[in-house]
């Protein structure tokens, strides 16, 4: 566990981690505006992203063709558009998420189905939360530390500064600390205590311990954890989706039912199952979704790049 203490230890005063303290203040400073500010300036800032930032920006261009071949181009590029601007938007989200206040939060969110999250928790052996990559991610898990705390297993960042500020923030924010995914034996640890682990396994990690099953209607390398964590630990497997509503609405999150019959025995039949799932929600909210993200990076054998930029 990374003390708060260390952050400010000689080695991260070295030159090369200003930046990331300047970025980090910035975005203290970003979590105090108003809301309607914050969304104003993200979406301003994501809109220069886009400009700035090309290899995403082509990242993202390409998976929406893939994904969405039935709209227009017009629609797809409106798409993308909105897309950079609810990126801009999640930096202030994040910063929200680890340095704005309760009581400025719950008057812009509303959680639903905080029941089935207490049922599956009642069972006494955890709970998989699981959620996909959107803008809102932070933000959406901040909330749902409101119904209860949970480890969040996560992959570790390059920069060591940022890395220490992240788990700090989400263990000061979440109750628990956060566990690393190849913690496997602390994991099942946490299950058997009958904690909630987040977790999001709908980015591309590789053909080690994967499968290809459809997302979009494109075969996926998609990680197969959720089943054998479940399989493993007996936990129930919760979903829930958070969304920016329009306008200064403010936010929801839906906390699904506990999938029921999961694990099946199928891995492949589970894995694709999640992805269904997603792929539901992300329709929904599609604009919400990191796209940026070579989610289609490693293809079956035989089949052509995707990203070939």
Known sequence: MTHPTSLLSQHFLAPRYWPIWLGLGAMKLM???PFRWQLALGGWI???IGRIARRRYQIARINLERCFPEWSAFQRKALLDAHFASLGIGLFETAMAWWASDEKLRSLARVKGEEHLKQ??????????LTGHFTTLELGARFITWQQPFHAMYRPHKNRLYEAVMRRERERRSGLPPLPH???RGLLRAFKQGRAVWYAP???HGRRNSVFVPFFGIPACTITATSRLAALSGAAVVAYFPRRLPGT???EVVILPALENFPSGDIVADTERINTLLEKHIRQIPEQYLWVHRRFKTQPPGEPNFYHF
């Open 249 to 251: 609405a403010g936010y």
């Open 202 to 204: 709908d980015q591309n």
């Open 46 to 48: 994501g809109h220069w």
């Open 31 to 33: 979590a105090a505006l």
């Open 120 to 129: 599956a928790l009642a069972r006494g052996k955890g709970v998989i939360l």
């Open 182 to 184: 190849e913690d496997l």
